[in-house]
C-alpha cells in the first residue's frame, strides 16, 4: 500500500476511534435536571404541552390572515399566567373585555394566593405543588412573554404594518425561545 494511503487510514481509523470513545464515555455538554411528577399531574403537563402546539398554530394562523387583535385574544386567554382561568371564563360565554378586567385583579398576586382566591378550600392539583421554583420559572417567562406578544399585537394597525409583523415574531421568538430553554433543561422522569 502507498505509504501517504496508509497514514491517511490510520489517522482516520484512530480518529473514529477517538470520537467514538467520546460518544459514548462523555456526559452530555448540558445534562437536563429531572422533573419528578406524580402520573396524574406528569399527564396534565404533557396535555398543556400538546395544547402549546395548537395555540401556537392558531396565532400563526391568525397572523397569516392580518388579523391580529385575534392572535392576541388566542394568547391572552390560553397562554398568559392564569391561562386555565381565562379558557373556563370564555367557555362561560365572558368577553374577552371581561377576562382582561379580570386579568388585571390578579397582577402581582402568587400561584398560591392565585390557588386561593379562585379555587377556595378545594386547592387544585397543580404541577406547581410538585415542580421546583426554576421550572415554574421557566414557565412564568413564558407566560409573559405571551403577554407582551398580545400587548403589542392587540396596538398592531388595520391593516398590520411591517413593523407589527416584525414586533410580532420578535415576541413570538421570546415565546419559542422558552420552549426551547426549558426542554433543554427539564426532562421528566
Ligand atoms: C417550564 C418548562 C417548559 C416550557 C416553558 C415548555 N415545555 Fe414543553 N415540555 C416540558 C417538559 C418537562 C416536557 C416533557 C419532556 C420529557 O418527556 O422528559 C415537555 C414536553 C413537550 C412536548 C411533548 C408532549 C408529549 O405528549 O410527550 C411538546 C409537544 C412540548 N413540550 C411543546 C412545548 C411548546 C411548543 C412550548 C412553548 C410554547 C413548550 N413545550 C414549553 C417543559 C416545558
Known sequence: MNTILAKGL???????????????????A???EIV?????????LLQEMQDHIDNLDDIMAALAEGDFTEAAT???????KGHKLWEK???KGKTIEEIMAKQKSIVGLSRKEMRQKFHGKKDKIAVSQFAPQE???????????????????????????????????ENIQQMTAMCRVCHD?????
Open 10 to 28: 490510520t489517522l482516520a481509523i484512530t480518529a473514529i476511534g477517538f470520537y467514538t470513545a467520546i460518544y459514548f464515555t462523555a456526559p452530555p
Open 30 to 32: 448540558t445534562a437536563a
Open 36 to 44: 419528578d411528577l406524580p402520573p396524574p399531574v406528569k399527564a396534565m
Open 74 to 80: 388566542i394568547a391572552t386567554i390560553r397562554m398568559t
Open 89 to 91: 371564563m370564555e367557555s
Open 135 to 169: 421550572f415554574m420559572d421557566m414557565g412564568t417567562e413564558y407566560h409573559n412573554a405571551a403577554t407582551a406578544f398580545a400587548t403589542d399585537a392587540f396596538k398592531a394597525k388595520k391593516p398590520p404594518t411591517v413593523e407589527n409583523y416584525q414586533k410580532a415574531f
Open 185 to 189: 433543561s427539564w426532562d421528566l422522569k
